[in-house]
């Protein structure tokens, strides 16, 4: 008898340890799936698969509603697809939860953030960002977009204090970058006729970068839209020792300037100069080609534009030039050969401005890059 009891409370404590383990494999499993759903959907997202990726996700939320990466990414697929309504409205649910960590605040701000910026809004991404940056102040992201935004709207000043603040010069590359929003804050000034601001900080753009071209030149466009003349002419002159390969930009500036300060033969003096300083600037020895033209010294004006098609075989101006000077001196194919090349060039090239960043070609120069938003990547 004691021998079948023994034997039944065996039994029966193996049958309360089965129920133990059952109970404890069974919740096991009731959580694996979920995480493994997840998982799932993760794959589905680095593979391209939106749609299976969405459809995971939202049964992951469905099971396990504390899990707010599940809802983060759903919002973002919603914003890959462009609803951005939907983006938002999912993630700015997300902000309503109790007992959010304050990365995982950061986390859904953020998003909120890139909803905003991909929707247009960018006055609201601005403030969702600024609201970030006072909870980490070290957040390269957010600064980095912050800036983007910034430089997006044209708020040149908030720009300014930001990157000054937040990055470290690169070999001087972020004190021209300073300088270029000083530039802009001025000609923003400049364009509401307010010409001593204006001037005031260009000169500041200056004291960031002393060869910054183009403070000298709307310095100058400054000091002459006042008609002061003379100090217009010094501004830009300035720009012809700092910077020679830019020179050229103000020839026309200065051409006309002296010729209204009675002082034209001033002009060949500053090409001469150039020339002497930088032999191969082929913008001065043209300058230079086209004065001895005017001046009628045509034999002058030929060797000279000869030189550059030696420097430059493609330059459109000299080959003009040429083509006129031949076609006086009655030397017929010389001037047709000309025109022959002349047109295979100009088959190939109509803009001569080159983006060294992303290639993109322009008929004007950009401080920054219209196209891939580089700063000083005109090579100028
Ligand atoms: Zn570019």
Known sequence: ??????????????????????????????????????????????????????????????????????????????????????????????????????????????????????????????????????????????????????????????????????????????????????????????????????????????RYDEACVPAYIYLGDAYYEEKRVEEAVSSWRKLLETSPQAAYLVFEKLEKALFELGNYGEIEKIYDQILRDDPQNIQALFALAVLDEKRGRKAQAEQKHLQILDQEPDSMPSKLSLIKLYQDKGEKEKANQLVDSLFDDFLNQTERFFCEKCGQSFSEPHWRCPFCKEWNSFGI
Do not use: C
Request: no cysteine; charged share 35%.
């Open 1 to 206: 008898m004691e021998h079948v009891l023994k034997w039944w409370i065996i039994a029966a404590a193996l049958v309360v340890l089965f129920f133990i383990i059952y109970w404890f494999s069974s919740r096991k499993k009731k959580a694996k799936p979920a995480e493994k759903i997840y998982v799932e959907g993760l794959r589905a997202l680095l593979s391209g698969e939106d749609r299976i990726a969405f459809q995971k996700f939202r049964s992951v939320a469905d099971l396990d509603t504390n899990n707010i990466d599940a809802y983060l990414k759903l919002g973002d697929i919603f914003r890959k697809k462009k609803r951005f309504d939907r983006a938002l409205q999912v993630h700015r649910q997300l902000l309503l939860r109790h007992s959010l960590s304050s990365e995982a605040k950061k986390e859904i701000k953020r998003a909120i953030a890139q909803d905003l910026i991909e929707s247009g809004d960018h006055h609201k991404a601005t403030l969702v960002l600024e609201e970030l940056l006072k909870m980490d102040e070290k957040d390269l992201g957010v600064t980095t977009k912050l800036l983007s935004e910034y430089e997006e709207q044209g708020d040149w000043e908030k720009a300014l204090s930001l990157r000054e603040k937040f990055f470290k010069d690169k070999k001087g590359k972020n004190r021209k970058i300073l300088a270029l929003y000083k530039v802009f804050l001025g000609k923003k000034l400049k364009s509401e006729g307010e010409f001593h601001k204006a001037r005031v900080i260009f000169k500041e753009a200056l």
